[in-house]
């Protein structure tokens, strides 16, 4: 039995400061939990500026140089927060490489070097905990990986972006534009260094990516998902939602086992308002995993923001410190990965959903005429269409956004429809198309 376990923390950001006052204010607890004392020894950052709430103790240095940390043979445990693929990707293996275990809150590395990464800590016996990379403060990683570990999953389905989910809530329903809600978001520590990973879908790529890893245990690998993000929709889209669909638009990650391989794709979505996630608001997120044995599980709460992401890599730090107290550390690793499971990806051209079509077209007659038979060409079949609604700011010009939504289709079909549509001369503007979830 060790009774100190040894820590060090490379990046002393946002979240970096939730984790030194989490360790701070429950230092008891901590060491009742562990069973062993926690001593952060290291932090390394760009500079040590004082933060709000975090009073560090003398025992603690700081370090501009992480390989100081890698190289102390006292330290058990490296933190890193960082964040980005590099130069986290070359501290992560250069710390497992060093015999040390390490906590993550990185999706984008973990995600990218999935594989690589866990083959290295199975060889070195090392463990690699991230709890924090997925669903913020929901203990999703330990969900899906322990406490499902009964199940073949079926279905996750996910709201894994709380940037998004935040602005998307504050355009529902305080008709906020996109840029103000982004600034927002922004402010409150939700958003990545780059938003464009959030409005994009790629942080919500990384996310499903890692959950059907686990999932499969195998690698399901990033290049693999499908991606739609935000910045196309419009106002009218929302409104059109609620009225005429009874949903609300919500950025969801899913991976579906289906019998010809995984679908594994993140995109706008329209939600049903009895849905549970229709009240999935603001920064919170929420998983839904579908089990053979346990049926649906929900879990829901803060997926961005300081001390929830903090309270995420705590617990790592905890279940972590506790191995490493009894002296147990790697003897089996956390994530059962093996390369012949990783899944066969369904190309998105093979899914079959209802859409939802927006056209912007000049008001003139023959023109739905013309549309209606060339999605009739494609083999898509529509179920209802809707013109001279409120029009999202697109007044003034003699442009019209035209409404279809499709019975259960074939994307590829819709797709090849899209495709001709846009050619049309009195189509005015890409049309816009969201999946509708049954
Ligand atoms: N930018 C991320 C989000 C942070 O908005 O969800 C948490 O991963």
Known sequence: MKNKVTLGLIGFGTVGAGVAKILQAHVREMERRCGARL????????????????????????????????????????????????PARTMIEAALAADKHVVTANKAVLSKHWGDLFELAARR???????????GGIPVIQALNEGLAANRIERILGILNGTTNYILTRMERQGENFQTAL????????????????????????????LASIATGGWARLKDVYREGITHLEPVDLLMGRERLDSTIKLLGIARWAPEGLELRVHPTFVPRQHPFANVRDEYNAVCIEGDAVGDVILYGKGAGQMAAASAVVSDIIFLARQVASGTAGQIPYVNYDSSRSPRVRPVEDLVSRYYLRLTTLDKPGVLGRIAGILGRCGVSIASVYQNV???????????PIVLITHKGREKSVQMARRVIDRLPSVRKKTSLIRILD
């Open 39 to 86: 001593h952060l020894k290291y932090i390394c950052g760009r500079s040590l500026r004082p933060r709000p709430g975090v009073r560090l103790s003398p025992e603690t240095r700081f370090t501009r140089d992480w390989k100081e940390l890698i190289h102390d043979p006292e330290l058990d445990i490296v933190i890193e927060l960082i964040g980005g693929y590099e």
């Open 390 to 400: 409120e029009d999202g700011g697109l007044s003034g010009a003699k442009q019209v």
């Open 183 to 210: 600034k927002d978001a922004q402010r409150a520590g939700f958003a990545e260094a780059d938003p464009a990973f959030d409005v994009d879908g790629i942080d919500a790529a990384h996310k499903i990516a890692i």
């Open 125 to 135: 016996r090392r463990l690699l905990y991230f709890e924090a990379s997925v669903g």
